[in-house]
């Protein structure tokens, strides 16, 4: 069965909506952020983003001449206070984005973002947060950029944890102490969500 | 321990009787809960409530050799570390090291840099995690109540050091409303899974070799553990700025 005309053009809307694309790099990499297209981080007590900034994400040409590769989402419209967490998060390569989160005003111009010490290791994640109240109400975006004064640079982690050796019919047990070093990357992948404030009522 | 890989069923429960010497590693139960400064700007005067820790030391192996050893294994490594725990304990007197107030210094200092008013509250704590009611602390804006569930010298295996290891859970509490403002799990030198703790590295000056050396430089064991506590007690005075 063929379907009708405005049933195919219906059904292409309707599959092309859930294919939004955020910007890409085929816009260059600019001196201005460009949020055309942002998805909306709504306040949820469970949601989450995965950011995928790769090869492809859009770049961000900095006032030093540095790049950087970015994923920029528009905010919710603010009722009540809420936090933005960032998590970046280690690949099976041992390499971690080294991430910025900046926050953009209506002309994407930067307003804040999070300060570098705020940034905690849980494990060899790397996670940080952001508080968004009435005096925020005015800012529409965020930004997670690599940061190119990161970029390259090692990170040592000790690794302690219990070691299995398997021998014919048991294995031993032993404890495992190793440093790793993490490599701080431009490309990565970063969970972000947003939620309310519970110390507000 | 020996674990055979398909166990008659009547080592079992043999097995887990001998597994019951075990370490149980119980890293804080805080739940995440960042700090909205902004917000909570009438928070100037904090109330240090009296830390919930004990004067207790641990020496500890988490996993020990002996474990792999069936049924006395796991008991001889614990008589081991109850033996050095109980030595460097006796140690740490002679030095005139606590715990609990190494605690509160790092803590107030913490504090006090993140730009907060500090009053000590004593008080008897009915066990070691958060207190469940508070009681009315006039002239106070907040306080901040902490317990402890490991301090001493950790090691992840019988060949690999010993390194001061702190865990502490955190939680900032309205003096006035009783709402939390902010709550967080700290560790100091990681071993295994520590979930959604904030993970700080030991410094690597501090790690011994053997239970030895610990004891033939106290004065460096236990400046090793105040860096843990005052690690710790920095990273919570700058997530509270």
Known sequence: MTPSRPLTALLAVALLAGCETLPNRADGCLAEFNPRGAKTLKVSWSATWNLRIYEDAPCRRNADGSESSYQILALDEYKRPYYVQALSTTSRDRELFAPVVAVLDGNAKVTRWIPSEKWVYRGDRLTASLFFNAENAQERYLVVMSNPLKVGQTVKQRLQDQERTSLLIASWYGGDDRELDLKLTRYGEVQVRARQDPSVK | ?241
């Open chain 2, 1 to 241: 321990m020996l674990r055979l890989t398909t166990p008659p069923r009547l080592l079992a429960p043999l097995l887990l009787l001998a597994s019951a010497g075990c370490v149980s590693y119980e890293v804080p139960d805080a739940d995440y809960q960042p700090y909205n400064r902004a917000l909570h700007q009438h928070i100037r005067h904090i109330g240090l409530l009296s830390p919930g820790v004990e004067e207790d030391l641990q020496v500890r192996i988490v996993n020990p050799a002996e474990n792999n050893l069936p049924l006395l294994g796991p008991l001889v490594a614990e008589g081991v570390a109850a033996s050095r725990s109980s030595r460097f304990e006796a140690l740490a007197r002679q030095q005139g090291f606590s715990n609990r107030a190494t605690m509160t210094d790092s803590l107030q200092a913490a504090l006090e840099q993140a730009g907060y008013t500090v009053s000590r509250i004593v008080l008897e704590r009915p066990d070691e995690r958060f207190i469940r009611r508070y009681a009315d602390y006039p002239g106070v804006d907040a306080l901040l109540d902490t317990y402890g569930t490991h301090a001493g010298y950790y090691a992840a295996g019988s060949s690999t050091p010993f390194r001061p290891t702190v865990f502490l859970g955190a939680r900032l509490v309205d003096a006035r409303s009783r709402t939390v403002l902010f709550s967080d799990s700290f560790v100091y030198n990681p071993i295994g899974d520590t979930g959604d703790a904030i993970t700080l590295q030991a410094d690597k000056a501090f790690a011994f070799a053997y239970y030895e050396d610990l004891e033939a430089t106290p004065d460096k064991a236990f400046e090793g553990l105040r860096q843990g506590y005052q690690a710790i007690a920095n990273k919570l005075g700058v997530l509270l700025r």
